[in-house]
């Protein structure tokens, strides 16, 4: 079954206070502060002077088992949340084959699941591996964006974005890390600009809970699993108040949500899930054989949850 | 809401997708979307150009000139799915941005398409996104992920920056869709390969290859990425519109199989992605009888 073969992230090394941050998108003071006691924001990571193709490129060497594999490598997807990220016919992505030597591989964005694609990437990498007649080929998923536009610094009231990025090597098969189950909501009511529509941002927020929960246990029932047996949740990285609220809800002990990158490095749109992976195994705290989740959502709006076995 | 379980570490001895190619449809939208006149397109062009050091296209915008994805491609879910064969799989890929480049279109299309698929849209690929787009529906299909999947190609005319190179772009706002269906009758696809790198000067070799692979009598549609290139003898060819460079090769193909005397024949469509020097083959088997 589907398995990741190695996580590996890149946080450019400019962590900017959410004070300036808020001070440039003409945030209050009051709003400003919101973000950091109730949201528990604190900064975000920014490479003020490298472009996507940089950040692509810098979380593809991070990934020290792609050296050597690079001839492995039948496909490379960048799970984006941003329908367009560079003015046409400009293409990061492929900019970065080039200077990663993969121009062999067979590359493309996938997007409009927003920042619930690195879930969608992950599962059309295994099915394209599963299919493939070379058992060791790898595919090679890349998250992470530019904060270039107001609608990619900030979700009102809710969230601010980094410029975190991380890369996975995807097996069809593999001894560790491997997915169970995946379930995706797509909720095409939930279209718009919640910055000018308060009305969309008011059903958003209201539904927002019941939708995850949902998402999350849809997962959990069809790996066999329950809540009781899940050791972590790798969450998105929006903020700290709605994941303890959905843990209040569920009964699921808030400290085993990985939340350490909500203040560190901001909500680096598809790359949270794998940046919480790298830190929870980082950290030590999954052990061989333990099942864990992965949820995020994505404006639009996406809900994806997935299981997994260390 | 789609929900699956683990899937099988391969699918080897290499079992046959039970997809077929039922039906295609290409059509044009003439006139500009309402879109193109929203005051964000400007704005978000305009970030999205500035890191580049790239201009606005000032008649572009001015002239609020552009059509809509969600336009297009619910045009193709109205014309080729039928609320009674509902579908699995809604890819939708583009390379040219729409004019509303911050909507993902493709989770409208999952609430408009009867089966409310799992939807996605692929681009960053050029001509070669719709081609990946078969692999990803063939590889659903054989790891029981997909019954039913539509494949949507769009293109809209109007950039709304000024690129910095000479660019690719379409004369007109235009979408290809190709239906693929379980369940008897369509084409079977036989064939998915590419070759990496090809320059220039190597392109008239590689077509030759590819057309020495095809099987007898098949008829195959050249791509617009493949304009300059002469015939490969050995097979019967047709050529798509140029002024299409993504949506065209699957245009001609749409009209290929709505041909019924070629209906005993394959169909292959071979076309080039300058800009990642890319050359894609698919083929397709003749026309199983229905039922």
Not at chain 1, 29 to 51: K, T
Not at chain 1, 187 to 204: C, K, S, V, W
Not at chain 2, 141 to 156: D, F, K, M, P, Y
């Amino acid at each position: 079954m589907t398995a990741l073969e190695a996580v590996a992230v890149h946080l450019p090394p400019v962590a900017e206070p959410i004070e300036l941050v808020g001070e440039r998108l003409g945030l209050t003071a009051r709003q400003i502060g919101l973000f950091r006691r109730f949201h528990g924001l604190d900064q975000v990571r920014v490479d003020r002077d490298g472009d996507l193709t940089d950040l692509l490129t810098a979380a593809a060497k991070a990934l020290a088992q792609l050296s050597g594999n690079e001839h492995r490598v039948k496909y490379v997807l960048h799970a984006r949340s941003l329908p367009i990220a560079a003015p046409y016919p400009h293409n990061p992505l492929h900019d970065a084959l080039g200077r990663l030597g993969l121009t062999h591989a067979r590359a493309f964005t996938i997007t409009h699941h927003a920042c619930a694609g690195s879930l969608l990437a992950l599962d059309v990498a295994g099915r394209l591996l599963a299919a493939d007649p070379d058992p060791e080929a790898l595919a090679l998923i890349l998250a992470g964006e530019k904060t270039f536009t107001r609608d990619a610094r900030i979700v009102p009231d809710t969230a601010l974005f980094g410029e975190g990025a991380a890369a996975a090597l995807v097996r069809a098969e593999g001894e560790h890390d491997r997915v169970l189950s995946y379930a995706v909501d797509q909720r095409g009511e939930f279209d718009g600009r919640l910055a000018d529509d308060p009305e969309l941002m008011a059903r958003y927020q209201r539904s927002y809970p019941d939708l995850m929960i949902a998402v999350m246990e849809a997962a959990l029932n069809e790996a066999g699993e329950s809540w009781e047996s899940i050791r972590l949740l790798l969450p998105h990285n929006v903020n700290r108040i709605s994941w303890q609220r959905i843990c209040r809800r569920i009964g699921y002990p808030p400290d085993r949500v990985v939340l350490d990158n909500v203040p560190a490095a901001g909500h680096s749109f598809a790359a949270d899930i794998l940046l919480n992976h790298h830190t929870a195994t980082g950290r030590g705290l999954l052990r061989r054989g333990d099942r864990y989740l992965v949820a995020a959502s994505g404006l639009g709006a996406t809900f994806a949850a997935m299981v997994l076995q260390h | 809401m789609r929900v699956r379980g683990p899937l099988p570490a391969t699918t080897l001895p290499r079992t046959a997708s039970p997809l077929r190619l039922t039906a295609a449809r290409a059509f044009d939208l003439t006139g500009d979307s309402p879109l193109a006149a929203d005051p964000d397109l400007r704005t978000f062009t305009a970030d999205l150009a500035r890191p580049y050091g790239m201009a606005l296209d000032e008649d572009a915008l001015a002239g609020a000139r552009g059509q809509s994805y969600a336009a297009l491609a619910e045009l193709a879910v109205r014309q080729l799915v039928d609320p009674a064969r509902p579908v699995d799989l809604l890819a939708l890929v583009y390379a040219t941005p729409d004019v509303r480049p911050g909507q993902s279109v493709a989770i409208q299309l999952a609430g408009v398409c009867p089966g409310e698929p799992l939807s996605f849209a692929i681009c960053d690929e050029g001509v070669g996104g719709t081609f990946s787009a078969l692999g990803i529906a063939d590889a659903y299909a054989r790891t029981g992920g997909a019954r039913r999947a539509l494949l949507i190609a769009v293109e809209q005319a109007d950039l709304h920056h000024r690129p910095h190179r000479p660019a690719r772009l379409p004369d007109r706002h235009s979408a290809s869709a190709l239906l693929w269906e379980s369940g008897g009758g369509g084409r079977a696809l036989q064939l998915l390969d590419s070759r990496v790198d090809v320059t220039a000067g190597q392109i008239g070799e590689v077509v030759a290859e590819f057309t020495a692979w095809l099987p007898a009598r098949a008829l195959l549609v050249l791509g617009p990425g493949l304009v300059d290139v002469p015939a490969p003898g050995g097979a019967e060819t047709r050529r798509a519109r140029p002024g299409n460079p993504y949506t065209g090769g699957w245009a001609a193909l749409a009209d290929a199989l709505a041909d019924p005397r070629l209906a005993g024949r394959p169909l292959a469509l071979a076309d080039r992605e300058p800009e990642t020097g890319r050359l894609d083959l698919a083929c397709w088997a003749p026309e199983e009888p229905a039922g």
